[in-house]
């Protein structure tokens, strides 16, 4: 199931509407309900990731502009 406060509906995508129309008519072919949100709708969740390069060994972050959150590496 989705992670709360978010009903489950199965075959259903959520999309913030800056989603290409043909990119959503696409998905509603392969058997996707397509639901439009607004653009960076904080609904739409948050995410903040920390990522290390095992070839270079560099690490990174990114936050979700959504909402005001920080991700930093050291």
Not at 4 to 24: C, F, N, Q
Not at 39 to 45: E, I, K
Not at 69 to 74: D, E, L, M, Q, V
Request: with cysteine; charged share 25%; proline share 9%.
């Amino acid at each position: 199931s989705s992670s709360a406060p978010h009903d489950y509906v199965p075959r259903r995508l959520s999309l913030e509407g800056r989603i290409a129309p043909e990119v959503k008519a696409d998905l509603a072919q392969r058997g996707h309900e397509i639901a439009d949100w607004p653009d960076w709708t904080a609904v739409a969740g948050c995410v903040e990731l920390i990522r290390t390069d095992p070839a270079t060994g560099l690490i990174s972050a990114a936050a979700d502009p959504r909402r005001p959150a920080y991700a930093i590496a050291i």
